[in-house]
T-cell receptor, first 116, second 114 residues
Framework: AQTVTQSQPEMSVQEAETVTLSCTYD???????LFWYKQPPSRQMILVIR??????QNATENRFSVNFQKAAKSFSLKISDSQLGDTAMYFC?????????????FGQGTTLQVKP | ETGVTQTPRHLVMGMTNKKSLKCEQH?????MYWYKQSAKKPLELMFV???????ENNSVPSRFSPECPNSSHLFLHLHTLQPEDSALYLC?????????????FGEGSRLTVL
């Protein structure tokens, strides 16, 4: 069975600084996708960034980038130049190519507070 | 309206009540999902519908009954719930089963069972 673990329940960062959120996963699959989703307070969860396991290059979306270490089964999210609007709960998620239903396995989430 | 909308946003019910949660997606997607979000726990996938057919039932108790009358609407019928069923219920949709693709979520229905 696949599992996703986020070991940091809560984190805080000063505005304009950089923060890294950790995620590890366990799977026997060789082909899969990894995601980071953001859930702002009382708002909809949205996709932040996606990584395909067969790609060695780390995904980047503006201020958001990942450090994907396939052998270590690690998938961390780095937020550069943190902004107040980045305050949210962040979820790491996994889906295998073999899943024909788009089933996402989520971690427990990390609550990030960006302080002015 | 755009995106994925859920109603009601908040619901309080007794253990003997029957209520329903509604989800509507305006994105033209062909798959819809129900997730349960409890405090300090990972999101739990409950049901998946693809092309209006249920393709996954993740060992959910029968007191939760999903219905997908068309590709734009998804319901979760609730009856004789337990206090531990109190949670945020999230609806999501995707295109082409969402494999590797993006799930679009609603804001959720906050359920409290007394």
């Amino acid at each position: 069975a696949q599992t996703v673990t986020q070991s940091q329940p809560e984190m805080s960062v000063q505005e304009a600084e950089t923060v890294t959120l950790s995620c590890t996963y366990d799977t026997s699959e060789s082909n899969y996708y990894l995601f980071w989703y953001k859930q702002p307070p009382s708002r909809q969860m949205i996709l932040v960034i996606r990584q395909e396991a067969y790609k060695q290059q780390n995904a980047t979306e503006n201020r958001f980038s990942v450090n994907f270490q396939k052998a270590a089964k690690s998938f961390s999210l780095k937020i550069s130049d943190s902004q107040l609007g980045d305050t949210a709960m962040y979820f790491c998620a996994f889906t295998a190519y073999s899943s024909n239903t788009g089933k996402l396995i989520f971690g427990q989430g990390t609550t990030l507070q960006v302080k002015p | 309206e755009t995106g994925v909308t859920q109603t009601p946003r908040h619901l309080v019910m007794g253990m003997t009540n029957k209520k329903s949660l509604k989800c509507e997606q305006h994105l033209g997607h062909n798959a819809m999902y129900w997730y349960k979000q409890s405090a300090k726990k990972p999101l739990e996938l409950m049901f998946v519908y693809s092309l209006e057919e249920r393709v996954e039932n993740n060992s959910v108790p029968s007191r939760f009954s999903p219905e997908c009358p068309n590709s734009s609407h998804l319901f979760l019928h609730l009856h004789t719930l337990q206090p531990e069923d109190s949670a945020l219920y999230l609806c999501a949709s995707s295109q082409d089963n969402g494999i590797g693709g993006e799930l679009f979520f609603g804001e959720g229905s906050r359920l409290t069972v007394l």
